[in-house]
């Protein structure tokens, strides 16, 4: 088992960045692959970012391409996203999940959620 908790959430002006964080507790960390997802009202959660076990390799959705960056620290058991500039159509609830490395981009590669942690752009 892992236990994820997201924190870093908020709200923002368009143009503005953020930087969200998983802590990860349980199982160790850097056994698994992680990734970040977002879901906002109304719509299927969607592929954000993913990075594998070192760290080495990362992967992004089309959308967010060029504006946000995934990183690791297995030290600190603590997955990141830092998010530059943000756009309205980014609002949504942000989760971060574990999983074997697989497939990064749908829900069905992971085996663990967080809570997730709310993000609203501003126009």
């Known amino acids: 088992q892992v236990q994820l908790v997201e924190s870093g959430g908020g709200l923002v002006q368009a143009g503005g960045s953020l930087r969200l964080s998983c802590a990860a507790s349980?199982?160790?960390?850097?056994?698994?692959?992680m990734g970040w997802f977002r879901q906002a009202p109304g719509k299927e959660r969607e592929f954000v970012a993913g990075i594998n076990w070192t760290g080495g390799s990362t992967y992004y959705g089309d959308s967010v391409k060029g504006r946000f960056t995934i990183s690791r620290d297995n030290a600190k058991n603590t997955l990141y996203l830092q998010m530059n500039s943000l756009k309205p159509e980014d609002t949504a609830v942000y989760y971060c999940?574990?999983?074997?490395?697989?497939?990064?981009?749908?829900?069905?590669?992971?085996?663990?959620w967080g809570q997730g942690t709310q993000v609203t752009v501003s126009s």
């Open positions: 999940a574990a999983g074997p490395g697989l497939n990064y981009r749908t829900v069905r590669g992971y085996d663990y």
């Open positions: 349980g199982r160790t960390f850097s056994f698994y692959a």
